[in-house]
């Protein structure tokens, strides 16, 4: 079992900058592939970013590309999400997620086999 949270969430105004963290307890993340998801009032839960074990291998969504980046500390069994230039469609809760799969299907929530409990970003204009 791997349990996940989250932290580092909170309000910011647009233009601004937050670093996400996800810390992982009970097993060695060095293992699995890592992800950012995002959930909005009243929307699906959309892939956000992934990494994948060693590191070297990267994946974003259109909407964030150039802003937000993914890293991990397979040390600290942490993972990281650094946000730049938010933007209030950014608002939403946002989830990591570990899992064991293959690099292919990343994008997808069934990829993942264990969840944080989700941090609030809340970007105001």
């Known amino acids: 079992q791997v349990q996940l949270v989250e932290s580092g969430g909170g309000l910011v105004q647009a233009g601004g900058s937050l670093r996400l963290s996800c810390a992982a307890s009970?097993?060695?993340?060095?293992?699995?592939?890592m992800g950012w998801f995002r959930q909005a009032p009243g929307k699906e839960r959309e892939f956000v970013a992934a990494?994948?074990?060693?590191?070297?291998?990267?994946d974003s969504a259109d909407s964030v590309k150039g802003r937000f980046s993914i890293s991990r500390d397979n040390a600290k069994n942490t993972v990281y999400l650094q946000m730049n230039s938010l933007k209030p469609e950014d608002t939403a809760v946002y989830y990591c997620?570990?899992?064991?799969?293959?690099?292919?299907?990343?994008?997808?929530?069934?990829?993942?086999?264990?969840w944080g409990q989700g941090t609030q970003v809340t970007v105001s204009s």
């Open positions: 990494i994948g074990w060693s590191g070297s291998s990267l």
């Open positions: 997620a570990a899992g064991t799969g293959l690099w292919i299907g990343v994008r997808t929530v069934r990829q993942y086999d264990y």
């Open positions: 009970g097993r060695t993340l060095s293992s699995y592939t």
